[in-house]
């Protein structure tokens, strides 16, 4: 999870290293924590520091975690080369080390050879069978190759036996949507906000699967979670009010004609566009007229 | 933190007078053998006194307070993690090979 100071620390320490300002350790480990991919910047000053004895030898052993780190990053980036030679340096320091397997299975995988990077993963399944990561690494290996269908299958195999990995349902969720599966990746928000309910991100992207089925009752669901979205986060969320907008509108559309008694909280609609309006008058002053139009264009269809 | 932790030493110390000087007043009542009504004015300041600069120091020196507002910038999760361990390599930045020509040398 990135929180709005770590993502400010962040940029700062990246215009300071981009900048040769130094510090390209703190950003690494940063990165790390974090766990975002900036596989480009890794390699770069990765490298550097790998590079240079003094650097490298400062860091203890640590190293070894920058080593792995850059190795990854080069996979990330195509360098086939700098992660072939980080990989062996590892191999020659960790000779029988699962872990260096693992990241010798993803070489292959990064050369595209399929069937031996799943014969690699096999072989370290057989040493310990419960080796989360390698169970990970077979989906993402049935993803590359485009074969969702199997990917989907090792991932619900996988968590049949870790149940409260939470990132793994993102992952299935994620697959689900990008399958046009909505029903399914639902089930699997629903998942996530049960694991980790002050998560906004969560409620957001469950009410825009919610919003993507349609139908009344999912729209008043989609627009009762894009509340509980926006007061996770203070209404800093565009996002979720641009979702209330498009709730309300959607609703109003599906029960013209119908008796309105049971219109909930009228005033939500002018309450996230008056919100909306003035972050965009803080933030980006010259795009007021499209948002302007845009709201209104949904008013005239409600 | 040194300062506040001189001050709660110091409100601790008021707060132990303070003991003491009742169990020395009990005792002097016990000689003059009248009825224990309430504390004499002087301990009653010391334990106010005392109260006061112990909260102060507790509250300063552990640390700073940490915001539990859900939207406060230091609790908003703007983005989750990349999932790295799902992390695929046949990606489109394979079509656009990086013109850094970077070398591991040993």
């Given at each position: 999870m990135v929180t709005k100071t770590e993502e400010t620390q962040l940029n700062r320490l990246?215009g300071q290293?981009?900048?040769?300002g130094g510090g390209?350790w703190d950003y690494?480990c940063f990165?790390?924590k974090l766990?975002?991919?900036?596989?480009?910047?890794?390699?770069?000053?990765?490298?550097?520091?790998?590079?240079?004895?003094?650097?490298?030898?400062s860091?203890g052993?640590e190293?070894?975690?920058?080593?792995?780190?850059?190795?990854?990053?080069?996979?990330?980036?195509?360098?086939?080369?700098?992660?072939?030679?980080?990989?062996?340096?590892?191999?020659?320091?960790?000779?029988?080390?699962?872990?260096?397997?693992?990241?010798?299975?993803?070489?292959?995988?990064?050369?595209?050879?399929?069937?031996?990077?799943?014969?690699?993963?096999?072989?370290?399944?057989?040493?310990?069978?419960?080796?989360?990561?390698?169970?990970?690494?077979?989906?993402?290996?049935?993803?590359?190759?485009?074969?969702?269908?199997?990917?989907?299958?090792?991932?619900?195999?996988?968590?049949?036996?870790?149940?409260?990995?939470?990132?793994?349902?993102?992952?299935?969720?994620?697959?689900?949507?990008?399958?046009?599966?909505?029903?399914?990746?639902?089930?699997?928000?629903?998942?996530?906000?049960?694991?980790?309910?002050t998560?906004?991100?969560?409620?957001?992207?469950?009410?825009?699967?919610?919003?993507?089925?349609?139908?009344?009752?999912?729209?008043?669901?989609?627009?009762?979670?894009?509340?509980?979205?926006?007061?996770?986060?203070g209404?800093?969320?565009?996002?979720?009010?641009?979702?209330?907008?498009?709730?309300?509108?959607?609703?109003?559309?599906?029960?013209?004609?119908?008796?309105?008694?049971?219109?909930?909280?009228?005033?939500?609609?002018?309450?996230?566009?008056?919100?909306?309006?003035?972050?965009?008058?803080?933030?980006?002053?010259?795009?007021?007229?499209?948002?302007?139009?845009?709201?209104?264009?949904?008013?005239?269809?409600? | 933190m040194g300062l506040g932790f001189a001050i709660g030493a110091f409100g601790v110390l008021i707060l132990a007078h303070a003991a003491y000087s009742t169990i020395q007043y009990r005792g002097l009542?016990?000689?003059?053998?009248?009825?224990?009504?309430g504390p004499p004015m002087n301990v009653v300041v010391e334990l106010l006194v005392g109260l006061v600069l112990c909260m102060w120091a507790a509250l300063t020196v552990p640390g700073k307070f940490l915001s539990i507002h859900p939207h406060s910038d230091e609790n908003r999760i703007v983005?989750?993690?990349?999932?790295?361990?799902?992390?695929?390599?046949?990606?489109?930045?394979?079509?656009?090979?990086?013109?850094?020509?970077?070398?591991?040398?040993?």
């Open positions: 990246e290293v981009e900048n040769g390209a690494l990165v790390r766990k975002v991919r900036r596989s480009d910047k890794v390699l770069k000053y990765g490298l550097s520091i790998l590079n240079d004895p003094k650097k490298r030898s860091l052993p190293e070894w975690t920058l080593y792995e780190q850059v190795a990854i990053a080069a996979m990330d980036c195509q360098c086939l080369d700098v992660a072939k030679d980080c990989i062996n340096v590892l191999q020659k320091r960790f000779p029988e080390s699962k872990r260096v397997g693992r990241l010798e299975g993803m070489l292959l995988e990064a050369k595209g050879s399929w069937t031996e990077a799943e014969k690699a993963y096999l072989s370290l399944l057989e040493d310990n069978p419960l080796d989360q990561v390698i169970h990970k690494r077979r989906v993402a290996l049935a993803k590359a190759q485009g074969n969702m269908s199997e990917a989907i299958e090792f991932i619900n195999k996988y968590l049949e036996i870790f149940m409260a990995d939470s990132d793994t349902w993102r992952e299935l969720a994620e697959i689900y949507v990008s399958l046009q599966m909505y029903k399914q990746a639902a089930f699997c928000y629903e998942e996530l906000i049960l694991a980790q309910p998560v906004p991100l969560y409620h957001l992207a469950y009410a825009d699967v919610l919003y993507t089925l349609g139908g009344l009752e999912n729209l008043q669901a989609a627009k009762k979670y894009y509340s509980s979205a926006i007061e996770l986060t209404g800093k969320n565009t996002r979720a009010l641009f979702g209330i907008c498009l709730c309300t509108s959607a609703i109003a559309q599906l029960t013209k004609g119908r008796n309105k008694e049971e219109k909930d909280s009228p005033d939500l609609q002018s309450l996230a566009t008056a919100a909306l309006e003035k972050d965009y008058k803080q933030r980006a002053s010259d795009k007021v007229s499209v948002l302007g139009s845009a709201l209104k264009s949904l008013k005239v269809s409600s | 009542l016990k000689i003059m053998e009248e009825e224990f009504s983005s989750l993690p990349a999932n790295m361990d799902f992390m695929v390599f046949n990606h489109r930045g394979k079509v656009f090979p990086s013109a850094m020509d970077l070398k591991l040398k040993h």
